[in-house]
């Protein structure tokens, strides 16, 4: 009998949770042949993400996941074998109690948000003993052996090289979102949160010599890019043009077109924490909008993926690159930092390429929870 797995998620910033559930629970279904059930409290939300799936439905589904919903009147289920409460949501008090009582032990998983910091290799994998009498084991992703890995499907990186070697297929992928491509233009995708300093990149780009096509998803960023358009208000599929940068706002995509989007761009300006580790597998330059935490808390996740990620560069790329993630995350002036990135652009992109490769010479994550799930058996 296929082991059975129930993933919590409670939809708190807008997609990153739910957008990293989805894509861990189709892969362990696909790739594992597990029986897996996810639970939402916010269908609407997973509704953009799965445009098929029903709103209403308290159970379907969708691509071989039991989609369920988590409603607050919660009605008792049989706990699954495998039990992850994505980012620190708690199970229902219920349900916590009914895998106590479970003749079979259950395990229990924390599955933690991203970080490259050093102590996460510490902490992964540890017990702590709950009231309940159960064990919960902390899980954290990360870009060290000694971490939990990313999320990364099998063949994701054959689809990917085979799609950027192919231009008609990123002219046609484009095509179908309404993206005619310019000739010699730069193609950047922007998805981030509110951002003070879009104004000052925006400038930056306007003005300079090369042609930029910008590709923005509807999202946050949406309005501090109609300030500087003139304020009004920017619809999907419209397009604007000052100086040499021309900006079109595309539809919200399912994460399949999300990361062609990615792998047809030549540098994608990403937030949260799925998108951020999507563009990386894109093996091009990319700026990271970490999401913000009370005491700049994520200033320091920031500074440690850097520490990591500029390891193998020269010091004028990784000064470049360091210096623009920090002027992004901070609101100061973009322009003095892209100009100087741009300097190292043949650097960094390849550098882009070799670090995907690396963090792909890891276990990734769905394998990682299956293996640890059988050693603990």
């Known amino acids: 009998m296929r082991p059975t797995w129930d993933i919590f998620c409670s939809v708190v910033d807008n ?7 989805w894509r861990l629970a189709r892969q362990l279904v696909a790739e594992h042949g597990l029986a897996v059930r996810l639970w939402v409290d916010d269908l609407g939300v997973f509704l953009r993400l799965c445009p098929q799936a029903d709103a209403h439905a308290p159970r ?3 691509q071989g996941v039991e989609v369920c919903l988590w409603r607050k009147d919660w009605q008792p289920v049989e706990p699954a074998d495998v039990v992850i ?5 708690t199970p229902p008090a219920t349900y916590v109690a009914a895998m106590a009582a479970r003749p079979r032990k259950v395990l229990w998983l924390n599955l933690e948000y991203l970080s490259a910091e050093d102590w996460v290799e510490g902490c992964h994998g540890l017990p702590s003993l709950q009231a309940s009498g159960l064990q919960k084991f902390f899980f954290f992703p990360g870009f060290t052996a000694g971490s939990g890995g990313l999320l ?6 054959a689809k990917r090289r085979a799609f950027q070697a192919d231009p008609q297929a990123r002219a046609d992928f484009l095509a179908s979102l309404g993206v005619p491509l310019l000739a010699d233009a730069r193609l950047i995708s922007l998805f981030a949160y509110e951002n003070s ?3 000052g990149w925006l400038d930056v780009l306007a003005a300079d010599t090369r042609a930029t096509q910008l590709l923005v998803p509807e999202g946050r960023i949406l309005g501090d890019l109609q300030a500087w358009l003139g304020g009004s208000r920017l619809t999907v599929g419209e397009r604007r043009q000052r ?3 021309h900006v079109q706002v595309l539809p919200f995509v399912e994460q ?3 990361d062609r989007l990615l792998w047809s761009c030549d540098f994608n300006a990403v937030r949260g924490e799925d998108s951020f580790v999507r563009a990386q597998w894109a093996g091009r330059p990319l700026l990271w909008h970490i999401y913000k935490q009370d005491e700049n808390t994520h200033l320091d996740k920031l500074e440690a993926f850097l520490a990591l990620y500029t390891g193998g560069l020269s010091t004028a790329a990784a ?3 360091s210096s623009l993630w920090r002027a992004w995350n901070t609101g100061t002036a973009v322009a003095p930092s892209w100009q100087a990135l741009l300097q190292e652009w043949p650097e960094l992109a390849a550098h882009a390429e070799s670090w995907c490769l690396e963090q792909a010479s890891q276990t990734d994550l769905a394998t990682a929870l299956v293996q640890f799930y059988r050693n603990w058996l």
């Open 197 to 199: 300093g879009l104004a």
């Open 15 to 21: 997609f990153g949770d739910i957008g990293v559930t």
């Open 85 to 89: 409460e994505a980012f620190a949501c």
């Open 256 to 258: 399949d077109q999300y």
């Open 319 to 321: 000064a470049a690159l």
């Open 243 to 245: 100086g040499r940068l």
């Open 60 to 62: 379907q589904l969708q």
């Open 152 to 157: 990364r499907e099998l063949d994701l990186l």
